[in-house]
């Protein structure tokens, strides 16, 4: 079991998190993350090495969790009026942000500390919980949506295989012909 799952939000703890993660941050930037040490964050971060150990195990873990932290949406999905404008706007957006050097980078540190795949889950909810805001606003407007799962499957999951596995093959217009395939193939006529 990892240690993260006994950590508590708010109060100290959501300042230890916050302090420890952007030491981590400051200190990537100054010189890499291969020689990032626990003792050098705990100092940065005005902690105990203990606390770090404690509760992140070890650096990967801590980078993992930081990596997670990172991949959050910093806001809701714009709205361009339409479920097709919102959807292909938001998949380019998904695949330029996660095929770039620093999101490639996130996704493979948030996946190499995961002993028991709740990172994974988590950037999956983070994905669920935008493409869930789009159907609910087009459905508010009346619009024919497909299902979450649909779009995850048809338009999410190609993408996150493609930035893994197949970089090179990546650009707007291969996430605009995913949420095509999704409104002329996948959804049932109204």
Same mark, same amino acid.
């Given at each position: 079991?990892?240690?993260?799952?006994?950590?508590?939000?708010?109060g100290?703890?959501?300042?230890?998190?916050?302090?420890v993660?952007?030491?981590?941050?400051?200190?990537?930037?100054?010189q890499?993350?291969a020689?990032?040490?626990v003792p050098q964050?705990?100092?940065?971060?005005?902690?105990? !090495?203990?606390?770090?150990?404690?509760?992140? *195990?070890?650096v990967? $873990?801590l980078?993992?969790?930081? +990596? #997670?932290?990172?991949?959050? !949406?910093?806001?809701?999905?714009?709205?361009? *009026?339409?479920?097709? $404008?919102d959807l292909?706007?938001? +998949? #380019?957006?998904?695949?330029?942000?996660m095929s770039?050097?620093?999101?490639?980078?996130?996704?493979?540190?948030?996946?190499?500390?995961?002993?028991?795949?709740s990172?994974?889950?988590?950037c999956s909810a983070?994905a669920?919980?935008?493409?869930?805001a789009?159907?609910?606003r087009?459905?508010?407007?009346?619009?024919?949506?497909?299902d979450?799962?649909?779009?995850?499957d048809?338009?999410?999951?190609?993408?996150?295989y493609?930035?893994?596995?197949?970089?090179?093959?990546l650009?707007?217009q291969?996430?605009?012909?995913l949420v095509?395939?999704?409104?002329?193939?996948?959804m049932?006529l109204?």
């Amino acid at each position: 079991m990892s240690p993260r799952s006994a950590v508590r939000p708010g109060g100290r703890s959501a300042r230890v998190q916050q302090s420890v993660h952007a030491a981590v941050l400051e200190l990537q930037a100054e010189q890499g993350r291969a020689s990032l040490t626990v003792p050098q964050i705990a100092a940065r971060a005005g902690v105990t !090495p203990s606390t770090i150990y404690r509760r992140w *195990g070890d650096v990967q $873990e801590l980078l993992s969790d930081v +990596a #997670v932290e990172r991949l959050r !949406p910093e806001a809701p999905p714009a709205d361009f *009026g339409n479920l097709r $404008e919102d959807l292909e706007n938001w +998949a #380019v957006d998904f695949i330029e942000e996660m095929s770039s050097p620093p999101g490639r980078s996130y996704i493979r540190d948030a996946l190499a500390g995961d002993p028991d795949g709740s990172n994974a889950g988590q950037c999956s909810a983070y994905a669920i919980e935008q493409v869930e805001a789009i159907l609910a606003r087009a459905a508010r407007r009346g619009e024919h949506v497909p299902d979450t799962d649909t779009v995850m499957d048809h338009v999410v999951a190609p993408m996150m295989y493609r930035v893994l596995f197949r970089p090179g093959l990546l650009d707007p217009q291969y996430a605009r012909d995913l949420v095509t395939a999704v409104f002329y193939r996948l959804m049932p006529l109204p």
